[in-house]
């Protein structure tokens, strides 16, 4: 059975940093690309980062390029997005998701990509 469980949310003022953790289990890691997506109220779930297993290629919303960091730390099953330079518009529901790999040349900030979600993290800024 997969899991995948979000955890770092919390509330920062605009200009912070938070750091949050992914944690996946029940799959091989080659199998899938790993994704970021965030969920404001009332809007639809938009990708913010993915990581491409097999390529090792990592990919990022415009909004958030340069100031976001997907990292990983195999020994552990653990996924991290480091979110630096916060504005309050990155405020949302942020969820972590796997979905299975089509290739190596990349991966997907489409949500109807990805299969298994956790039920997310609430990161809200502050102005």
């Known amino acids: 059975q997969v899991q995948v469980v979000e955890s770092g949310g919390g509330l920062v003022q605009a200009g912070g940093s938070l750091r949050l953790s992914c944690t996946a289990s029940?799959?091989?890691?080659?199998?899938?690309?790993m994704g970021w997506f965030r969920q404001a109220p009332g809007t639809e779930r938009e990708g913010v980062s993915c990581?491409?297993?097999?390529?090792?290629?990592?990919y990022y919303g415009d909004s958030v390029k340069g100031r976001f960091t997907f990292s990983r730390d195999n020994g552990k099953n653990t996924l991290y997005l480091k979110m630096n330079s916060l504005k309050p518009e990155n405020t949302g529901m942020y969820y972590c998701?796997?979905?299975?790999?089509?290739?190596?040349?990349?991966?997907?900030?489409?949500?109807?990509?990805?299969?298994?979600w956790g039920k997310g993290t609430q990161v809200t800024i502050s102005s």
């Open positions: 029940g799959l091989t890691f080659d199998d899938y690309d």
């Open positions: 990581f491409n297993w097999l390529g090792g290629s990592t």
């Open positions: 998701t796997a979905g299975p790999a089509e290739s190596e040349l990349g991966c997907s900030l489409l949500r109807e990509e990805y299969r298994y």
